[in-house]
């Protein structure tokens, strides 16, 4: 067998074997792949055509021990290694309603069940013995997502452009994509040159976020409290992040909450007093339905096929379900662009948290793709920060490589180590401890490549918090070891000697070279460093003379 090609277009089906080139009235289409490993399937229409499917078959020798990389839809999407032996399980249908939009529930076209994987943007394939990987990469995610799905029952790798029913009038390419073999930080290496993206010049940074001790219950006397603490904290807090709970309602960005009577512009002015990077959290694509946005400007919000607008989630604090805003509106662009002036301008604000922005995405005018308008909202919110530093949260990833500073790479953590009851309804996007780590240790390769990785918080307390003293050791230590951007939320204006003594670790850990991260089997892993090397256990049994929820600095007489 051979790797080989389907287009249809306008309806009707062409196959294409490497090397072809194939010309009717309507188009030029030609399959090739060169010495770099680059196969493309590019279409260069003679008239205005529709593309309604582009899809590539790789034969693939699955062997029973082989592992596959599966990079969930968006930041909080479920990411790791997946054993040939699993599938990927559907959201129950009771979720649907309130859950579909998260992640890719909602996409068609997906095959879930037993024999089926799928990743977003690339897959990678481990087999024994583990020194390399094989690597497959979408080139192309700023004009449409690439969907990976692996048939481990036939034994073929298909790539899937996810371009809905395109218009095209101008040369695209249908399909491009990367294959590669080797160290999977070489692999990711040539990636991101084949994507003619350097290096990204952020610095890691540690910082505070108010989110994960407080929540929405914050007001001025709170933050002021922790950031007179910040200066002489142990962490050495350089940015200082005020998240969600800050205004009137999701989508009202230039309404206050009476928490704040004097405004958000002089606690940006004390933030930078105390030498740090002020940060503010918001979510530009949606708005809860308390918002006066909605009661002024119905016509912003997203319309489904009915008509009716697309509940984009849901979110107790936020009172219910939220709406998403359509993108290709000009009064949102309009409306966002002053927002961001506001913001970064008058108040003060040097970084800025984006959250919940698959909302861009769901529902993409006609004739476009959700990755083409996932890309030109990142672009536009990129245009409206300036030089501020953003942050990226809630987003397909590759949407967002080349214009984020910082990035979540993974779901919010738990005050628990799993979410019991969203595990049970199959959320892939849920809040949860184990989740989140997992995703950072199988998207570990985008720091230093596309951003600095934000793995999301550690927290240290012992108030307020259900994790245990070796499960929050685990996640500082993964998250200073993986991450370029290291949070807390403990209250810094409380002493706590024990919190001290872990930092001292992250300050002499942060910033070591990672050489690689190796899945040993299903949440054992092994990161190696240029100062040595670490085993990490996820689970709560001793496993390859790992302890239970540990990441231990291994030695030549614990296997290394």
């Known amino acids: 067998m051979t790797t080989t090609a389907f287009l249809v277009i306008n309806g009707r089906g062409y196959e294409f074997k490497p090397g072809e080139r194939r010309e009717t009235s309507d188009f030029v289409a030609v399959f090739q792949s060169d010495e770099a490993g680059i196969w493309r399937l590019r279409v260069t229409p003679r008239r205005p055509v529709v593309l309604n499917l582009a899809e590539a078959r790789l034969p693939l020798a699955y062997a029973p021990t082989d592992q596959l990389f599966c990079n969930g839809f968006q930041s909080w999407s479920e990411s790791r290694w997946f054993s040939v032996q699993e599938h990927i399980r559907p959201l129950r249908k009771i979720a649907r309603p309130l859950m579909q939009y998260y992640g890719d529930e909602h996409i068609p076209g997906i095959r879930r069940g037993p024999g089926w994987l799928h990743s977003w943007s690339w897959t990678c394939r481990q087999t024994a013995p583990r020194e390399h990987i094989q690597c497959w990469a979408s080139l192309g995610e700023a004009e449409a997502f690439t969907l990976f799905m692996h048939d481990l029952r036939s034994g073929q790798l298909l790539i899937r452009r996810d371009t809905g029913s395109l218009s095209l009038s101008d040369t695209f390419d249908a399909l491009v994509w990367l294959s590669m073999e080797g160290a999977e930080a070489e692999c990711f290496d040539r990636w991101f040159a084949a994507m003619k993206l350097p290096p990204p010049p952020t610095p890691t940074r540690s910082g505070w976020t108010s989110w994960y001790h407080y929540y929405a219950n914050i007001d001025a006397p709170t933050l002021t409290a922790n950031l007179t603490a910040a200066r002489d904290h142990a962490l050495r807090p350089e940015v200082f992040q005020i998240d969600d709970g800050w205004q009137q309602a999701v989508g009202d960005w230039l309404e206050v909450k009476p928490g704040f009577p004097s405004g958000m512009a002089p606690l940006a002015q004390q933030i930078r007093e105390q030498g740090m990077i002020p940060g503010l959290w918001l979510a530009p694509f949606v708005a809860d339905r308390r918002a006066q946005l909605i009661r002024r400007h119905p016509d912003w919000l997203l319309k489904g096929r009915r008509g009716k607008p697309i509940f984009a989630g849901y979110s107790p604090p936020w009172g219910g379900r939220f709406y ?237």
């Open 324 to 560: 998403a805003l359509d993108f290709s509106h000009p009064g949102v662009h309009e409306y966002l662009a002053d927002v961001f002036r506001t913001l970064k301008n008058e108040w003060g604000y040097g970084l800025f948290k984006l959250d919940f922005l698959y909302a861009a995405c769901l529902a993409p005018p006609p004739g476009q793709t959700r990755g083409g308008q996932m890309h030109q909202a990142l672009r536009a919110l990129r245009q409206w920060a300036g030089d501020a530093w953003l942050l990226g949260c809630g987003l397909p990833l590759a949407s967002g490589f080349g214009l984020l500073d910082y990035c979540r790479i993974g779901a919010d953590i738990h005050l628990h180590w799993e979410h019991e009851l969203l595990r049970g309804l199959r959320n892939r996007e849920r809040v949860s401890t184990l989740l989140a780590l997992r995703s950072v240790l199988g998207r570990w390769a985008l720091d230093g490549r596309a951003w600095r990785n934000d793995p999301d918080v550690f927290l240290l307390r012992q108030e307020n918090l259900r994790l245990s003293d070796t499960q929050k050791e685990l996640v500082l230590r993964v998250n200073t070891l993986l991450g370029g951007l290291l949070f807390t939320s403990d209250p810094l204006h409380r002493a706590n000697p024990e919190a001290e003594r872990q930092l001292q670790w992250l300050h002499r850990w942060k910033n070591v070279q990672i050489l690689g991260v190796e899945c040993l089997e299903t949440d054992i892993f092994t990161i190696r460093t240029s100062r040595g090397a670490f085993g990490v256990n996820l689970t709560g049994e001793m496993r390859r003379g790992y302890p239970p929820y540990s990441c231990m600095e291994l030695t030549s007489s614990t296997g290394y």
